[in-house]
């Protein structure tokens, strides 16, 4: 399995910004996806933003033109730039990778995941 290490995360008000990072401890993201998700308390983990090595990105409907997943080969990491936060954006938020071919909004198909990074969005 492969490391991978969330930073990023952070309090800040509603309509603020926060950019989280994934790094990995090699090369990334050589299967064929990675994806962020997200799991507030009490609730199931859920898909945010998915990226496929081909350059197709994904959205959940509910971050979908606030928030934009990108790669940096050159430095093995990830991001996910979070703009126009609400207070439902307020979880802790996971990066994976190590693709197994499913559908990329299932968390089932990741076998490598971080151990997150805490988001909160103050009203």
């Known amino acids: 399995q492969v490391q991978l290490v969330e930073s990023g995360g952070g309090l800040v008000q509603a309509g603020g910004s926060l950019r989280l990072s994934c790094a990995t401890s090699?090369?990334?993201?050589?299967?064929?996806?990675m994806g962020w998700f997200r799991q507030a308390p009490g609730k199931e983990r859920e898909f945010v933003a998915g990226?496929?090595?081909?350059?197709?990105?994904y959205y959940a409907d509910s971050v979908k033109g606030r928030f934009t997943i990108s790669l940096d080969n050159g430095k093995n990491t990830a991001y996910l730039q979070m703009n126009s936060l609400k207070p439902e954006d307020t979880a802790l938020y996971y990066c994976?990778?190590?693709?197994?071919?499913?559908?990329?909004?299932?968390?089932?198909?990741?076998?490598?995941w971080g151990q997150g990074t805490q988001v909160t969005v103050s009203s």
């Open positions: 994976a990778t190590d693709y197994n071919g499913g559908g990329i909004r299932a968390s089932s198909s990741f076998g490598s």
């Open positions: 990226f496929r090595w081909s350059g197709i990105t």
């Open positions: 090699r090369r990334p993201f050589s299967s064929e996806a």
